[in-house]
T-cell receptor
Framework: AQSVTQLDSQVPVFEEAPVELRCNYS??????LFWYVQYPNQGLQLLLK??????LVKGINGFEAEFNKSQTSFHLRKPSVHISDTAEYFC????????????FGAGTTVTVRA | GAGVSQSPSNKVTEKGKDVELRCDPI?????LYWYRQSLGQGLEFLIY????????KSGLPSDRFSAERTGGSVSTLTIQRTQQEDSAVYLC??????????????FGPGTRLTVL
């Protein structure tokens, strides 16, 4: 079984500042890792995913994440945030190859202020 | 094309009543998932359908919860004798399949259920 811990429940940040959202996972098998974003009153949208290959993954809206197997982490970063990045962010894990369930973290609420 | 749709978007009900939540997956998607998002918690897997196979119901929290998928498309999640702890956002997702190759799960906007 897999589990995900998001270390920060709330992250306030000023516009144009960098942001990092921390995610650690536990799993006994190789995993697929994901970051989803949920804007107010909307469904989840995939930001980026790690399946294999390069450990630095680039996603939409300028976000990127780095898979670190030794630290079992998959932290999300953006060098300069916008007001429109205000949302809730979820880290998720899925065990490969035949697991289909996503296990989600509790979420991190990012609030960007001018 | 159209994404995953869910109805109603909001549902307020009284404790003890039954509710039905509907999910219309993306056309052609054979896999369908239900998740529950409770306040302050992450998303919790509830149930999974793949084609005509028997559903994986391992995430359903009690026997008051059930789901069906008719004709391999639309799904209905039913909660009988609702309790206040059932209050949550219920999210539906669909994907092309769940197999060994990765297929992205596309999520609907959710149904916010409030049990008074």
């Amino acid at each position: 079984a897999q589990s995900v811990t998001q270390l920060d429940s709330q992250v306030p940040v000023f516009e144009e500042a960098p942001v990092e959202l921390r995610c650690n996972y536990s799993s006994s098998v190789s995993v697929y890792l994901f970051w989803y974003v949920q804007y107010p009153n909307q469904g989840l949208q995939l930001l980026l995913k790690y399946l294999s290959g390069s450990t630095l993954v680039k996603g939409i809206n300028g976000f990127e994440a780095e898979f670190n197997k030794s630290q079992t982490s998959f932290h999300l970063r953006k060098p300069s945030v916008h007001i429109s990045d205000t949302a809730e962010y979820f880290c998720a894990v899925r065990g490969e190859p035949n697991d289909y369930k996503l296990s989600f973290g509790a979420g991190t609420t990012v609030t960007v202020r001018a | 094309g159209a994404g995953v749709s869910q109805s109603p978007s909001n549902k307020v009900t009284e404790k003890g009543k039954d509710v039905e939540l509907r999910c219309d997956p993306i056309s052609g998607h054979t896999a369908l998932y239900w998740y529950r998002q409770s306040l302050g918690q992450g998303l919790e897997f509830l149930i999974y359908f793949q084609g005509n196979s028997a559903p994986d119901k391992s995430g359903l929290p009690s026997d008051r919860f059930s789901a069906e998928r008719t004709g391999g498309s639309v799904s209905t999640l039913t909660i009988q004798r609702t309790q206040q702890e059932d209050s949550a956002v219920y999210l539906c997702a669909s994907s092309l399949s769940s197999g060994a190759l990765y297929n992205e799960q596309f999520f609907g906007p959710g149904t916010r259920l409030t049990v008074l």
